[in-house]
DNA sequence: CTGACTGCAAACCCTTTGCAGACCG
DNA sequence: CGGTCTGCAAAGGGTTTGCAGTCAG
């Protein structure tokens, strides 16, 4: 388990806490346990992950508080989600090597192909993970439908996802 | 909801009938529409949406048999997932733009910094989608730790995820 | 003090599984 | 015909929500 520097640490708990007092959320011992193990990890890890850690420090916190306080720093734009909120599994035929196109409004997804990205330079410290199979490319934007519809730029808790293939 | 070309379509499906018999899987009615229909989409389903989708031709159906198909088409290879097959929600507390190294195997993410990759010449046609707000690119393989402890090469369901930032 | 926050437990949603009958080959 | 496959219904795992007591400010 891997930590992330002490400094960078400290750097995003102060900011946590002048963005909740800015906001008028309060800062409770819960909340700022639960930040602090998610600014500190390498991991990217999910509620529970997060949930086991804190509970060794404060044994009475509940799951269902952290995924509370998750959603929370979320939306103050404080952490990200890795993958889609809440999606279900989709599935695609097309199994040829192909990149995608994503709505972050509504989530539309579009292939497309294309031999340049298929052979991305790969920055040479991402060598010491391990080994290089392919690269894949994600590209972001609103899509038509979405554009047209402006919709009223709700927060789009829709955010990201992780997309392997 | 746009279709797949209908020559695309039918070569599919001749792979599907070719694969299934090769490996003793049974064509039943129920598999040839649930594979026609993702087969022909351009969406990405999910099991719901293809259920829905067959269950106006085949109103017997169940969601179950949906399920259990599209891991059977998986498993042949004949579709994928797009997203990590079943993961909770991660979190991540990197807000600055950056891309990830994914293990394959074991499902491990690292970030990593690009300006590079920040920046990525998108092709002409992407921009018919929609507009372009970002590029992530995610890099696959099989991390220091999978390597050593070499897995006995075990089919990975994991197979792919959608990323976004 | 007082409204925001927490813990609990129950609800929810998507997905999977056990079982007995139905059907492909 | 026999083993595979299907539909049903119920279970499972992650996540969310209603409620009443608790705590930060």
Redesign the pocket.
């Known amino acids: 388990m891997e930590k992330a520097e002490t400094r960078e640490v400290e750097r995003r708990v102060e900011r946590f806490i002048e963005t909740a007092?800015a906001a008028?959320?309060?800062?409770?011992?819960?909340?700022l346990e639960i930040f602090r193990e998610v600014a500190s990890s390498l991991e990217h890890p999910?509620?529970?992950t997060v949930y086991r850690a804190v509970a060794i420090r404060?044994p009475?916190?509940?799951?269902?508080?952290v995924?509370?306080?998750l959603?929370m720093l979320n939306d103050l734009g404080l952490i990200r989600t890795l993958g889609p909120?809440?999606e279900?599994?989709r599935f695609d035929a097309n199994t040829t090597s192909h990149h995608h196109y994503v709505c972050v409004r509504c989530g539309l997804v579009r292939d497309f192909e294309s031999d340049e990205l298929n052979t991305l330079p790969v920055p040479h410290g991402v060598r010491s993970f391990g080994t290089v199979v392919a690269t894949h490319v994600e590209v972001r934007g609103i899509c038509e439908s979405c554009a047209l519809h402006q919709s009223p730029s709700g927060q789009d808790r829709v955010a990201q996802s992780t997309d392997r293939e």
């Open positions: 007092r008028g959320i309060k800062i409770t011992h819960q909340r999910d509620a529970e404060m009475t916190v509940s799951l269902d508080t995924y509370r306080t959603w909120r809440r279900s599994v």
